[in-house]
């Protein structure tokens, strides 16, 4: 009959419909998949490139810190030198 033909072509595109859209939503979780992994490899690469950054910053306070000390030392030993030598001075006047 005329209703069961047209049933039959009804549930037919439904089906065609329910494929389509299962393979709509499968490529759909695969481009999020995609972009979750492109988004994690920004992220962690961001991440070493801080630990990097974070590494050089360290050694060069470091280096700074030691290159003050130096010169802070210098100049203490210079300071106790010229004492020891207006001593050796003053003494030889006497």
């Known amino acids: 009959s005329c209703n069961t033909a047209a049933f039959r072509l009804w549930r037919l595109q439904k089906e065609l419909l329910s ?3 299962a393979r709509l939503l499968e490529a759909r979780a ?3 998949k995609k972009q979750l992994r492109h988004i994690f490899w920004v992220w962690r690469s961001r991440c070493l ?3 990097r950054i974070l590494a ?3 050694r060069i306070q470091r280096n700074l810190v ?3 000390f130096s010169a802070w030392k210098e100049t203490v030993e210079q300071k106790a030198l010229y004492r020891c030598n207006v001593f050796r001075l003053r003494a030889v006047s006497l």
């Open 19 to 21: 494929k389509e859209e």
């Open 66 to 68: 030691s290159r003050c």
């Open 30 to 32: 695969l481009l999020e």
């Open 56 to 58: 050089l910053k360290t």
């Open 49 to 51: 490139e801080m630990e």
